[in-house]
């Protein structure tokens, strides 16, 4: 069956609501904390720890010890299990007020988190059977270019085509973001183009690109 076109929104309309400029400015797109909100809930030194480490992700479940990811061994962060109250205090100082609303529902959440002066960092909050759990992956600023990724030189010819579709897929922490944003960057940088990107969450910050964040 057709759709009602009364309830349909047109695609034009569609693309001018996603490139709306207020959406690079909504709190939920660009989370940023002080360094003392971070400090004090006590999330910032193991995400300077991450960052210095090189982890690819951080770890931190209620009851069990703080552990970082690092080149596919794990490294615990403290001798003590994480208390169930200090997580909380984590997970509500780095949710803005419409993420909390999902979370307290049971909902999963992802999110990003931009550290001024140390990396923007990629959250995913969930609830399991035995407490809570933040699993945070360190995006850097810089996005990497295609050959620093080691991708053939067919992939930069790729991303020069007029149309048609590229699929990037794989496991979790295989690089699909960091590719696609090498991607788009090349875009970016070699064509006079409006580009859309549609993410969740916003990870690489691009300028000049229209990023929206689905909600």
Known sequence: DCPDPAIVEPAD????????PQLLSDAELRTRLSHDQLRDCGLLPWLHE???????????????????????????????????????????????????????????????????GCARFRLNVFRHQTGMTIAIRPIPYKIPLMRELGLPPVFEDLALLKRGLILITGPAGSGK??????????????????????????????????????R
Do not use: C, W
Not at 13 to 20: E, I, M, P, S
């Open 13 to 20: 309309k569609v693309f001018a609501r996603l490139a709306d």
């Open 177 to 214: 973001s960091t590719t696609l944003a090498s991607f788009i960057n090349r875009i970016n940088q070699q064509e006079e183009r409006h580009i859309i990107t549609i993410e969740d969450p916003v990870e690489y910050f691009m300028s000049g690109v229209n990023q929206s964040q689905v």
């Open 50 to 116: 991450a960052v210095r480490l090189h982890a690819s992700d951080l770890f931190l479940s209620s009851g069990e010890q703080p552990i970082l990811k690092i080149y596919g061994t794990f490294k615990r962060l403290m001798e003590s299990p994480l208390a169930t109250p200090q997580l909380s205090r984590i997970i509500a100082a780095v949710l803005p007020p419409q993420k909390i609303e999902r979370y307290q529902n049971g909902q999963e959440v992802d999110l990003g988190l931009d550290v001024p």
